[in-house]
């Protein structure tokens, strides 16, 4: 087996002809995928190699030739083979990528569950970007890892063997176990550096870019790096998947029972891991010291922190001059589900996500991972892990301008304790304009500006509370009045109702609930 692979190298060392029409092929499947990239990243992962594979395929008895004899002459017809083979190798190619595609997915899965698991076992969190990304690097690696078991029916189609012998000649090369472990090991280690570059240049990149043209450029950078990279090692490996095919086309019989064995092994623990991730099933984290510091500002940071760490609603009520309006925000961390509400006297703005569909969300972007869109009951249902998109960072706690006050706008005092209860106050204009506002004034001139909030001592959560804001911003000519009231439920009898206009779950839906964890 070391002599195959030193012999494969050797060619992509000492035959710039391979190396070029390789390096070639693979670049043009590149550029095609990045093309299909721009339409939807999904394209780039699921399109057969309808450009290497043939010719590669087409190419390699005149790498074979290279491999056998290092002094002869190879007959490069790769045209004259592409127009004879090349119908047979594109099928291959389309027949094959399926089933890399489903290994790939198997692999992220079994793989990415048990992670995942031991990160929320740790008391962790996982951030949208990953939520999204994942997946798709994952099913893009594990199905490139899984082409070098694949190659064997490759290399078959192009010495001229039927399609049947062809399809079979994989599992046949599955009874030499050290040149598949060869063959995946060399797909391993293509897949491990690109990945090992690509994190290196998001190491080296800025965490924000101040345009949106620099942060496209830096995605740029990134992408043709780890293109080039891996293009280069494919080219090098290239040759030695030839040389470790060589001899695998003596292998005869299937090997039934490991194959069988394989499958089914398989096939449960990919039906192990997608029950957890639909289910939601996740460790519970045991419950942290409650005990709120004694400092008041310290001890509101605290209990706002611990009360959007579990499922919880907050309702909160603004009475205006003309009119009431009634704010409703609620997590259910179990299953993943968050709703968000905004009632007038006359009308009602609502919306709901979770880890498959976010669905009539005022203001919400899509983004390139949504895999599909349908329109149920005047409002869009898009399929996408909404929840992670809306608790991403900060949590929802409201509508904009509704949630709970931020916490480290001001100094906090304790103006009541009584029952296990601590009643909490902030004063002062800009603090509390801060803390309800979120920032954004040059000055703030109040005559009232208080929010007082009350804590359980018992559970260290908020339970509710008042604001009261009368100012003038600015140099005057705004005035801001708030009067609002807040209601917070925390624990397990939180719940929130998926909306029953949008009924049965879309494929695009059921996709996202599997994958996204």
Not at 263 to 269: D, I, P
Not at 346 to 363: C, E, H, K, N, P
């Amino acid at each position: 087996m070391p002599s195959a692979l030193r012999d494969g190298f050797r060619v992509a060392l000492n035959r710039p002809r391979v190396f070029a029409l390789a390096g070639g092929a693979l670049l043009a499947e590149c550029a095609l995928r990045l093309a299909l990239a721009v339409a939807h990243p999904v394209l780039a992962v699921v399109c057969p190699p309808v450009v290497a594979v043939p010719v590669l395929g087409a190419l390699a008895p005149a790498v074979r030739t290279a491999v056998a004899d290092a002094d002869a002459t190879p007959n490069w017809r790769v045209a004259d083979r592409l127009r004879e083979r090349g119908p047979r190798l594109l099928a291959l190619a389309v027949g094959c990528h399926a089933v890399a595609l489903a290994l790939g997915a198997a692999a992220f899965l079994v793989l990415d569950t048990p992670v995942r698991y031991a990160v929320y076992a740790a008391g962790g969190s996982v951030s949208k970007t990953v939520v999204h990304v994942a997946p798709l690097v994952g099913v893009a690696a594990g199905a490139f890892v899984a082409w070098g078991a694949l190659a064997p029916a490759i290399g078959r189609a192009a010495a001229g063997a039927p399609l049947r012998a062809s399809v079979r000649a994989p599992l046949c090369a599955l009874a030499d176990r050290r040149r598949s472990a060869a063959a995946l090991g060399l797909q391993a280690a293509c897949a491990l550096v690109a990945l090992c570059v690509a994190a290196a240049v998001l190491l080296l990149a800025d965490a924000r870019y101040p345009t949106r043209d620099a942060a496209l450029v830096a995605l740029l950078t990134l992408v043709l790096v780890v293109t080039a990279t891996l293009v280069v090692l494919v080219a090098l490996a290239y040759p030695m998947h030839v040389a470790l095919a060589v001899g695998s086309e003596r292998v005869g019989a299937v090997p039934v029972r490991r194959v069988a064995l394989a499958a089914l092994v398989v096939f449960g623990l990919v039906v192990g891991a997608g029950a957890i991730r639909v289910t939601e099933t996740r460790p519970g984290v045991g419950n942290a010291d409650a005990t709120l510091p004694a400092n008041a500002t310290d001890a509101y940071a605290v209990a706002r922190e611990r009360t959007v760490a579990g499922s919880y609603r907050v309702v909160t009520t603004e009475t205006r001059a003309d009119e009431r309006v009634v704010a409703t925000a609620a997590v259910e961390r179990d299953d993943r589900r968050v709703s968000v509400a905004l009632r007038y006297d006359d009308r009602t703005q609502s919306g709901y996500a979770d880890s498959g569909v976010a669905y009539r969300l005022a203001g919400f972007d899509p983004a390139l991972f949504a895999l599909g869109e349908r329109r149920v009951d005047g409002g869009v249902a898009v399929a996408l892990p909404g929840y992670w998109q809306l608790t991403d960072g900060d949590a929802v706690t409201g509508p904009a301008g509704y949630g709970l006050p931020e916490a480290g706008t001001g100094a906090w005092t304790t103006v009541r304790e009584a029952n296990g209860t601590r009643t909490l106050e902030l004063r002062g204009g800009p603090a509390v304009f801060d803390a309800l506002q979120r920032g954004g004034a040059s000055s703030v001139n109040a005559s009232t500006a208080r929010v007082r909030l009350r804590v359980d001592e018992a559970r260290g959560v908020v339970l509710g509370g008042r604001a009261r804001l009368n100012a003038t911003l600015g140099d005057g000519e705004h005035r801001l009045v708030r009067n609002a009231t807040y209601a917070v439920e925390t624990g397990e009898e939180v719940s929130v109702d998926r909306p029953d206009a949008l009924g049965s779950r879309s494929l695009g839906a059921w996709t996202w609930d599997v994958f996204a964890y």
